[in-house]
């Protein structure tokens, strides 16, 4: 949780936002790309796992660029690659889970390389993501 985060490490927070995708982009990421552009803190930390793509593009679409930019999940995934073209060369992200991991689980005692090759021949060659492994789980 990232108030808990700064306080720890010493690091000045200066705004917060939640965004809900209902359909209407201006309202649900651009006003907020541009309050928290306004602000303008070196590094914006965001908690997105499905619209990162619409957030890209409302930056974008704003102007702004922080000094950094970390995301969680969609860093990584074969459709923020092609959404978001190379935008994502200067975005920072976690992934909690990525194909080339050696540990087994203790369900079916697959390796995630094992999970990513399953699934890729069973989804046409689709990359396995974070999203499809915590599905299957």
Not at 14 to 23: E, L
Not at 35 to 41: D, E, I
Not at 99 to 126: C, H, M, R, Y
Request: glycine share 6%.
């Amino acid at each position: 949780y990232v108030p808990d985060f700064v306080r720890e490490y010493n690091i000045t927070l200066i705004g917060t936002a939640s965004i809900q995708d209902t359909g209407d982009v201006e309202i649900d990421f651009d006003a907020t790309a541009r309050n928290l552009s306004s602000l303008n803190p070196d590094i914006l930390v965001n908690c997105i796992d499905s619209f990162c793509d619409k957030w890209m593009a409302s930056l974008r679409r704003v102007n702004w660029s922080p000094k950094a930019l970390v995301i969680t999940v969609c860093p990584g995934s074969s459709s923020f690659e092609e959404q978001v073209g190379t935008d994502r060369e200067f975005v920072l992200g976690v992934n909690p889970w990525v194909p080339t991991l050696q540990a087994a689980d203790d369900a079916v005692n697959w390796t995630a390389s094992e999970f990513a090759s399953i699934f890729e021949d069973f989804s046409s060659g689709v990359g396995a993501t974070y999203h499809a492994s915590a599905a299957a789980a």
